[in-house]
């Protein structure tokens, strides 16, 4: 088989900062250890997301210029809405700045306290907006989406025994809708197969609880089904995902990943009675239905993303891509979280760096290192992000220890990869001599953005 090359040439360029080792050392030690208070001007490599980070096409550029501003009823909202009712087959539609602003109408809307929602994994946004609003966000992700070693084509699946038990615990009228997650973020962009998705819908029809997807990667996830599924080799990416929506009474949609847009999102439903109170929690929050938080040009850039995000030779690249890294880098040896998912790729940084105690965060040793050594960025997920710490501030580690490389879509090429593969093995070479760390200064929430750390001598 020939090379899988980028379906893309490149008509504008942005330059790379090239930066020295001494430069980096002192870059981080200005960051204080911590590589969220780095400039971006500074990383050379940046995988800190694939949020929002995508380049746009010709296409999508032309389209910003088509961007009709008039307050309301704007052509290019009936271009967005129109693409999106294409593929969603979604009665109402609203727009919103981006994918959390969709979780929270949901959530203020339709959440009464003490209320349970069963997910595949909840993502952090949309946990902390169901906690915020007071309900209790349950993970009921299969056995083996929680083996970094298994195999197993669709790690995503949600555990329909458990999702069975959890209905039967609390009573569906605790439960005002059920979520799956495609593909699953928080376990490593791991992929939902559609005979899933269809038995998550009928257990929840079955007890009358509406169904709505986190659809952040759905074209990602149609890509799998499309490549590990009976029955779907044949289907376009987009019947795929007519289908996959097809199940869903409603959805919530960050359009920084499978929009191919720089911000956007949006929240859609059947429910002629949601949707009221949708709209007006979106006029009072985001702004008038049919721009929500954005404007008109976002709305024609989204329109035009969505397709693209569909056409199966840039899925076909952007797979390839991340099999190419994830197989090379298993061949050396080192330990990644497996098989590699649909936008990342996870370094096990506990079986990396086995001579750091868990509380000595092994994650960001990995996550600077790989810095200092060649200017790439990435985040940890492990004991920074997620130890939990009792009334005292004593903590206990999280379980995992990964440092997360996620791929920013049609902005890196092949050769950008190789470097990042030579510097993440001439890492894995020095590994000994990479320290753990403890953190100086931490914020009450979310310290992982804004803590500062010290190297342990
Ligand atoms: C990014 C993301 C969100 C939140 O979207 P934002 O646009 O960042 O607010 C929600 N769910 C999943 C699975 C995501 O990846």
Redesign the pocket.
Known sequence: MRTIIEPFRIKMTEPLKLTTAPERKKALAKANNNVFLLDAEDCCIDLLTD?GTGAMSAQQWAALMLGDESYAGSKSWKKFEAVVKNITGIKYIFPTH????A?SILATCIIKKGDVIPNNNH?D??RANLEFAGAYAIDLVCDAGLDPADESPFKGNIDIAKLEKCIAEYGPGRIPFGMI?VTN?TGGGQPVSMANIRAVKEVLAKNNIPFMI?A??FAENAYFIKQREDGYQDKTLLEIAQEIFSYADGATM?C??DGLANIG?FLICNNEKWSHQFRNMLILREGFPTYGGLAGRDLEVIAVGLMEALEYDYQVYRHATIKYIGDKLTKKGIPIVRPVGGHAIFLDAKAFLPHIEPLQYPGIGLVNALYLEGGVRSVELGSVMFARRDENGVETASPMELVRLAFPRRVYTQSHFDYLIEVIEKVWQDRDKIPGYKITYQPEFLRHFTCQMEKIQ
């Open positions: 949020s981006q994918g959390r602003a979780e993502f946004t949309t997650t973020n986190d952040c990667r960050s920084k990943k999102g």
